[in-house]
Structure formats: structure tokens, C-alpha cells
């Protein structure tokens, strides 16, 4: 059974990405464990503490690297990532050399109200990736137009059109991450 890790670029708990995260489980079949790896609680990064993490920073890189791959669900902020998802990944990438992200297979995604969607967040996040020598999907592109409506009170998605988007991006997202993953355990 694969284990995949679903990151949310936002800390906030109302975030709208946060709530298309939740909805990504229940898309696929059952076969696929999802734990969500929070990054609301990491301290700023900062190189001189290596040798001395602190520990939600050690469990943070440990649950990365306990996954087969990671799901990115990230909102742009002013035409980038969000401060808390670069500081989350410099968290896992250190110590120099020990980068938890390494072929570390991943998926990544956005919502947004605006029609441009978070296509400039996702590039720099796949160029930041592609440091990391992280195999990353390349379609579906998936730049969700979020609308409260569509949502139900109790979370789920209501609107049939964007269950087939989402349920598009989630399947690709699986098969790439198990296919990756079968690939890095052969090596």
C-alpha cells in the first residue's frame, strides 16, 4: 500500500487549499494510506541550529521521508510560494547532503478564486524540486478555480465538474508517485 504525504502551502485553517487537500483522500481507491505532513508549527529555518533541530523539525523530515511520495496543495503568494512552504522544504533538504526530498517522488497542485489559478507558485515550486532531484508530475497541471459553493457543509465536493479535475490530478498523483516509488526501491 502506498504511503503518500499531502503537504498544504498554507498554515491557515480556513485555507481553500487546505480544504481541496481533505477532499483528495476520498477520490482514490482505498488501496493508498494519505497522512497530511504539517508545516504550521516549523520554525523559521536556520542552518545553525543543524546538529540541534528542534524536535518538530526532525519529526517533520522524518514524516517525509516515511512517505513514497508527496502531494503539494500550495496557494501563490505575490507570484511565488508561500514563506511557510520554502521554509518547510529547507527544513527537509538540510542538512547539506541529506536531503529528505531526494527522488522523493511529488505532485503538486493549487487553489485558487482568481482565474490565473497559482501557475506561477506551482513554477518556482517545480523548479525548487528540481533541485531536490525530485521526479515531480508534469500532467495534469492542475490549477483549481476554487468556489465555496461548490463545497458542502461537511467538506466534500459537490460541483461534478470539479470531482472529475480533482479526481484526474489525485489518480495521475498516485500512479506517478507508485510508479517512482517502485523505481527508487529497485535502485
Not at 24 to 53: C, K, Q, S
Not at 74 to 82: D, K, L, M, N, Q
Amino acid at each position: 500500500m502506498p504511503r503518500i504525504g499531502i503537504i498544504v502551502g498554507s498554515t491557515a485553517s480556513n485555507s481553500i487549499n487546505r480544504k481541496v487537500a481533505n477532499v483528495l483522500p476520498t477520490l482514490v481507491n482505498d488501496d493508498v494510506e494519505f497522512t497530511f505532513l504539517d508545516i504550521a508549527d516549523l520554525p523559521l529555518y536556520n542552518y545553525e541550529l543543524d546538529g540541534n533541530w528542534p524536535e518538530v523539525a526532525t519529526e517533520f523530515k522524518n514524516s517525509v521521508e516515511a512517505v513514497d511520495g508527496v502531494i503539494i496543495v500550495t496557494p501563490e503568494y505575490s507570484r511565488s510560494i508561500p514563506g511557510a512552504l520554502k521554509n518547510a522544504l529547507d527544513w527537509a533538504s538540510r542538512p547539506w547532503g541529506q536531503n529528505s526530498f531526494t527522488r522523493k517522488p511529488v505532485a503538486i497542485m493549487g487553489a485558487s478564486i482568481g482565474s490565473t489559478g497559482t501557475a506561477m507558485a506551482q513554477q518556482h515550486l517545480r523548479n525548487i524540486l528540481g533541485h531536490f532531484d525530485s521526479p515531480t508530475l508534469g500532467q495534469p497541471e492542475t490549477f483549481f478555480h476554487f468556489s465555496a459553493d461548490a463545497f458542502g457543509a461537511d467538506g466534500s465536493l459537490q460541483d461534478e465538474a470539479q470531482l472529475a479535475v480533482l479526481r484526474n490530478f489525485a489518480e495521475a498523483a498516485v500512479a506517478h508517485i507508485e510508479s517512482h516509488a517502485h523505481s527508487a526501491a529497485a535502485v
